[in-house]
C-alpha cells in the first residue's frame, strides 16, 4: 500500500535539491499589491535559504508599510533622506 503523504501548514515553502547539490527554498509572500507571489531562494544548506528567504521577506514588508498615517512632514522628510543615504552607500 502507498504511503500517504502528510501537509505541510499552507504558506511554510518548500525545498527541493537542485542538480548542482544545492538546496532550492519556494515561498510564498504578498507583493505591494495583495497578490499572492511566488519566491525561491538557493543556497547550500536549510539555514542559509531561510536567512536568504527572511532579508527577502523584511524587505518587501518595508516596501508594503508605506507611510506611517500619524507621520509628521518633518517624519517623512527625515525617512526619505535616511533611505537616499542608504541607497547611495
Known sequence: MAKKMRWRERGTGSFRVKDNGKLEYRFPYRNEYGEIKMKSVTGDNEEMCMEKAATFLEIQEKKNRGID?????????????????????
Open 69 to 89: 498615517i500619524d507621520s509628521t512632514i518633518p517624519d517623512i522628510i527625515k525617512m526619505i533622506y535616511k533611505s537616499d543615504l542608504k541607497k547611495t552607500m
